[in-house]
C-alpha cells in the first residue's frame, strides 16, 4: 500500500495561439499504473511530449493506494480517466474530461474516488462508467455528459449543457442548474436518507455541503429522458 506525491515543477506555457500549446494527457497518472515501478520509472512514464519526471516531483509514503497531485493542472486533461479502484486526489485545479474517457476508449473511470480542491474544466465525467467524483469548486461546460454511471459531488457552479445524454448515476449539487428543457422531470421532494451513510472528503467546503443533505428536504429531477436515462440530479430544497 503506497501514497505517491506528485507536486508541479513547471507549469505548461498559455494556451495561445502564437504558442500553439496542447494540453496535457495526464490519464497515465494512476496508482495501479505505479503499482510495480520504482519511482525512477513513474518519473520516466510519458505524458504526451514529456514525461511525469519532467512535470513533477514524485515522492511516495507508507499509506493506502492514493495518488495526490499538487499544483495548477489547468492545463492537464483526462485526470483519472482509467482509475478503477483507490483514491486520486488533485490539490488545486484540473483540467478538461476529469474521469473521462480518454484515448477513444468508449467509457471513462470505472471506480475508485476523485477528489478535487479547486476547479474542474469542461467535459467532467464525461461518458463515466463507476466510482466517485467530489469537487469542491465550479465546474465548467458539460459536466456528466453521457454519463453511463457513478456519482459526481459539486458544491460550486455549474456551466452551461449540464448532464447532456446521462444514462444513469447520481449527480448531487448545491443548486439546480439549468437543464435543456424537457430532458428531466419535475422535481420531487423526499428526504436523502443515504447522506448519513456517506463519508465525504474532508476537504473544503464537502463536508460543510453533504451535512446540508442531512438535515434538510433534497429534490431530485430524473433524466435524461432524450435518451431514456433514469438519471438522478439531487440538491438541497
Same mark, same amino acid.
Given at each position: 500500500m503506497t501514497k505517491w506525491t506528485l507536486t508541479q515543477k513547471q507549469k505548461p506555457p498559455e494556451n495561445k495561439v502564437e504558442?500553439?500549446?496542447e494540453n496535457i494527457d495526464a490519464s497515465p497518472i494512476d496508482a495501479k499504473n505505479f503499482g510495480d515501478k520504482s519511482l525512477a520509472e513513474i518519473k520516466k512514464i510519458s505524458l504526451g511530449r514529456q514525461t511525469?519526471?519532467?512535470w513533477f516531483d514524485v515522492q511516495d509514503s507508507d499509506g493506502p493506494d492514493?495518488?495526490?497531485? &499538487?499544483?495548477?493542472? &489547468?492545463?492537464?486533461?483526462?485526470?483519472?480517466?482509467?482509475?478503477? #479502484?483507490?483514491?486520486?486526489?488533485?490539490?488545486? =485545479?484540473?483540467?478538461n474530461f476529469l474521469g473521462g474517457?480518454?484515448?477513444?476508449? &468508449?467509457?471513462g473511470m470505472s471506480g475508485g474516488r476523485i477528489v478535487i480542491t479547486g476547479n474542474v474544466g469542461d467535459y467532467?465525467?464525461?461518458?463515466? &462508467?463507476?466510482?466517485?467524483?467530489?469537487?469542491?469548486g465550479n465546474v465548467g461546460r458539460f459536466a456528466a455528459a453521457h454519463m453511463v454511471a457513478g456519482t459526481i459531488v459539486i458544491a460550486g457552479k455549474i456551466g452551461?449543457?449540464?448532464?447532456?445524454?446521462m444514462r444513469r448515476g447520481s449527480l448531487i449539487v448545491s443548486?439546480?442548474?439549468?437543464?435543456? =428543457?424537457?430532458?428531466? #422531470?419535475?422535481?420531487?421532494?423526499?428526504?436523502?436518507?443515504?447522506?448519513?451513510?456517506?463519508?465525504?472528503?474532508?476537504?473544503?467546503h464537502l463536508v460543510e455541503f453533504w451535512s446540508r443533505l442531512q438535515d434538510q428536504q433534497v429534490s431530485t429531477r430524473r433524466g435524461d429522458r432524450a435518451v431514456g436515462g433514469q438519471g438522478e440530479i439531487v440538491t438541497p430544497h
Open positions: 504558442t500553439c500549446a511525469i519526471g519532467d492514493t495518488v495526490e497531485l &499538487r499544483g495548477d493542472l &489547468r492545463r492537464f486533461d483526462h485526470i483519472g480517466a482509467a482509475l478503477s #479502484s483507490g483514491e486520486l486526489k488533485v490539490v488545486g =485545479d484540473a483540467g474517457a480518454a484515448d477513444g476508449k &468508449r467509457l467532467a465525467g464525461h461518458r463515466m &462508467r463507476r466510482g466517485e467524483i467530489w469537487i469542491c452551461h449543457d449540464f448532464a447532456i445524454g443548486q439546480m442548474p439549468i437543464l435543456a =428543457d424537457g430532458r428531466f #422531470s419535475d422535481p420531487v421532494e423526499s428526504d436523502f436518507l443515504i447522506a448519513s451513510l456517506i463519508a465525504p472528503p474532508e476537504t473544503g
